[in-house]
């Protein structure tokens, strides 16, 4: 039942965390020890997570944590312990184990030849998608995402998860993200663990995401674990490297628009590390030097200016052997500029993020991990026409504190909770307009705050070898004007029927307190963030998923997936609202509710010289409005039927491998109007041409579908490594819609309207690109 939550009392939520992490090992007598410790890669030093630590010939075995920390509860005795990582060697020690016992490890990166190791890995992983009760989750590392091929050579990691089921992309090279239904502004994104608002460059044709800088990126579609907050369709958890322990590295790339460069290296060797890492775009460059050589042309249009750069650091530091502090900052930022005689328009958006985390180890079993973090998201629009200016400004900025305790008693029991607290500051919609006479002098806009918290426990606990449990509830709230507090439990399950069947289900209830309020008839990414307050109340989603997971002989993963979501309070604008220096915006505002269901499925195979996945999403997503589309129920603009993507990685020998991706999906649902009235006061003068709207959203644009090609050819440097990455994007020049327009058509004498004709505009012909890679 769909309720919020007046008051909560906490001792309540205390109750349920005793309940949640004391009951179950209360039955515990069985005395025993606990190997524990660190797996780190030999080559950087950098922790591995999500590793594997397992008893060989038993179904005993764990998974390393974020800090690449292990602890495995055995019974006193001899036993021979298997370390393994995808890309890894795996390594075998033999142990006798009397008492607790702490052993660090570091894995050697597997040979390429040795095929069998990374056969081995890859099954661990699949073992591993088998036995967990999470489900909904799509992980992705750099190294992978780096062989596909990308718009322009640039490897985004972001465009490549929307090539798995259940997240869709908003259209033409666009890196947006829109899971099971819900919209672009309800994805929770995290970078070492600090919130990043806009995670889009170029117009969101590309992520702010610099491969080289990141580990990795897990994205949760549904059974969020109860440590995640504030959104209501997915949370997409990026994590940094940490950087070399052990030597120097220079890593970067020159591509057609754009270049990167790495910097790492050990601070103190084995003790802390550094990394660094910068990216530009440089058409600018190209454009500023024709439209100077075309300045003296007085019918030449200036090409606008536009230009990104991202900028991310990180230092890790081991202060002892239970003790590491972790400092992360992102600087990122977009400037588009057109400027004539008259006229000189600037547009800028970028996001401010840094974080500082304290890991400490209280013993073997029980560990914490602290972080604050600030993150600012702004953009502004100033324009000058002749002697007058304006400018349009929104920002919001946020100040974090969390704290997160793991507590892993023994190999069936996994205990998480902790609690944080968010401070926001909005600025909507600024607008300052004025002349330089001073004739004109116009402010207008509203800034508001709110103060966000959440407290949270979970436990995973297997009953037994074939049925696993994991349960927790969080406890959110907001403050503005008006307090909303309200309770999100979450519950997922996994039963094993053999070695390589699984069934799963869970269910989910997020709460989200800040509310994007985007001009859908803008042509710029006008984007406002707004909180909640006495007029707009939070909103909310309910999620359930059940689905089936299959390992065949090893090296093919199936799984399928079907779920339902409804989301209530959904906020859109009215027609024609004013969202610019408006002081009662909350009257533009309509509210409404929303659902989406569909079925997912994906084949996944990563062994052998031919790799790949298959994803298959069949999907409805639906909103209702009572003041929109005369209350009657229409689909959202991402509804798609149908979103197939195939993906074939091939090695053709140790230096040459190709891939490919396709890539079809429904078209964009989207409003046309079926007739127009036409309308001249005096014969003579202009027309007035007015449209005739039916139901919202009832037309499609045509189906999207596409094929990229890649070649990825390994040089041979005297030192490092480098390599020469050739991609095809779109390669049979398919003209996939962007959007649609009308024409209107007259007569050649008499100037009379006699009709209208739709135009669709494309964006991206086959466009090949080059990047040269390299490593020293």
């Keep these: ?64 944590n974020e800090s690449g920390s292990y602890t495995l509860s055995v019974a006193p ?41 990374v056969i ?37 990691i972001v465009k490549t998860l929307q090539l798995k089921p259940g997240i869709q992309s908003g259209g033409e090279g666009t890196s947006g993200l829109f899971v099971r239904g819900g919209s672009n502004d309800q994805n929770l994104v995290l970078l070492d663990n600090a919130l990043v608002y806009n995670p889009s460059h170029l117009f969101g044709f590309f992520s702010v995401f610099n491969p080289d800088a990141v580990r990795g990126v897990e994205l949760y579609k549904g059974g969020f674990p109860a440590q995640f907050g504030g959104r209501l369709s997915s949370v997409l958890d990026v994590s940094m490297r940490d950087g070399n322990r052990k030597e120097y590295d220079v890593t970067g790339g020159l591509g057609l628009i754009a270049s990167r460069l790495t910097v790492e290296g050990p601070i103190q060797k084995d003790k802390s590390s550094f990394i660094v890492s910068g990216r530009r775009t440089y058409v600018d460059v190209f454009t500023r030097m024709i439209n100077k050589a075309q300045e003296d042309d007085p019918d030449w249009s200036p090409i606008p200016d536009y230009y990104f750069y991202d900028f991310n650091a990180k230092a890790t530091f081991e202060l002892g052997p239970d003790d590491r502090l972790f400092f992360s900052g992102y600087y990122g930022r977009d400037f588009f ?30 560990f914490v991990n602290t972080t604050f973090s600030a993150s600012n998201y702004e953009y502004e629009i100033a324009n000058k026409l002749d002697i007058f200016s304006f400018s349009l400004t929104s920002n919001i900025t946020d100040l974090t504190l969390q704290t997160d305790f793991e507590y892993v008693p023994n190999e069936t029991h996994h205990l998480r909770f902790g609690a944080s607290g968010t401070d926001h500051s909005f600025v909507v ?41 994991s349960y927790g509830l969080r406890l959110s709230g907001f403050r503005n004007e008006k307090t909303f507090m309200g309770l999100e439990p979450r519950v997922s399950a996994n039963y094993r029927f053999n070695e390589t069947l699984s069934l799963k289900a869970s269910y989910t209830r997020m709460f989200q307190y800040v509310h994007l309020v985007s001009n859908s008839g803008a042509s710029l990414p006008t984007d406002i963030w707004y909180p909640s307050s006495p007029g707009v109340k939070p909103q909310v989603s309910d999620q359930v998923a059940i689905g089936l997971t299959k390992l065949y002989k090893d090296k093919y993963l199936f799984s399928t997936e079907a779920y339902y979501k409804t989301m209530k309070r959904q906020l859109d604008l009215r027609d024609g609202a004013q969202i610019f220096g ?9 509210f409404g509710k929303g659902e989406s269901y569909g079925q997912e499925f994906y084949v996944e195979k990563k062994d052998g010289k031919t790799t790949g996945w298959i994803g298959y999403t069949l999907s409805w997503t639906n909103r209702t409005f009572p003041d929109i589309n005369n209350g009657k129920t229409f689909p959202t603009r991402f509804d798609r039927r149908h979103d197939l993507s195939v993906v074939v990685i091939h090695e053709l020998s140790k230096r040459l491998s190709t891939t490919a991706t396709f890539v079809y999906g429904t078209g964009n649902a989207y409003s046309l109007p079926v007739q127009r009235f036409i309308f001249q006061d005096v014969p003579g003068e202009d027309y007035t041409v007015i449209p005739v709207y039916t139901e919202r959203n009832s037309f499609r644009l045509a189906a999207y579908h596409r094929l990229d090609l890649g070649l990825v050819y390994k040089l041979r440097p005297k030192r490092g490594a480098s390599d020469l990455t050739f991609s095809v994007y779109n390669a049979y020049n398919r003209r996939n819609p962007y959007f649609v327009y009308f024409e209107t058509l007259k007569d050649e004498e008499t100037e009379q309207i006699t009709g209208f004709v739709a135009k669709q505009v494309s964006l991206f012909p086959v466009i090949p690109s080059v990047t040269y890679n390299f490593k020293f």
């Design 429 to 469: 919609g600024r607008l300052e307009a004025g002349s330089e006479d001073g004739s004109v002098d116009v402010q207008a806009g509203n800034s508001y705050s709110g103060q966000e918290f959440g407290l949270y426990a979970s436990h995973d606990w297997s009953f037994t070898p074939t049925f696993t449990l």
């Design 337 to 366: 500029n057109f400027a004539d005689e008259n006229f000189n328009f600037n547009f800028f958006w970028g996001n401010r993020v840094a974080s500082a985390r304290w890991a400490h180890q209280f013993n073997p079993k029980f």
């Design 582 to 590: 408006n002081p009662v915006l909350e009257e533009e505002f309509v």
């Design 120 to 156: 081995e890995s890859d099954r661990n992983r699949f073992q591993e998608r088998l036995s967990t009760p999470q489900m909904s989750v799509e992980t992705l590392t750099s190294r992978e995402a780096k062989l596909l091929p990308a718009l322009f050579g640039e490897v985004d």
């Design 77 to 117: 005795g001899t036993y021979r312990i298997q370390f393994s990582y995808l890309g890894f060697e795996n390594l075998i020690r033999e142990i006798r184990l009397r008492g607790n016992t702490r052993l660090n490890v570091e894995l050697q990166p597997a040979n390429t030849q040795l095929n069998e190791v």
């Design 1 to 64: 039942m769909y309720s919020l939550v007046k008051q909560v009392p906490i001792r309540l939520f205390l109750l349920l965390l005793t309940v949640f992490g004391l009951t179950p090992f209360a039955a515990q007598a069985q005395a025993q020890v606990s190997l524990s410790g660190t797996l780190r890669s030999a080559g950087t030093g950098e922790p591995l997570i999500g590793a594997s630590v397992a008893v060989v010939g038993s179904s005993s075995g764990v998974i390393t």
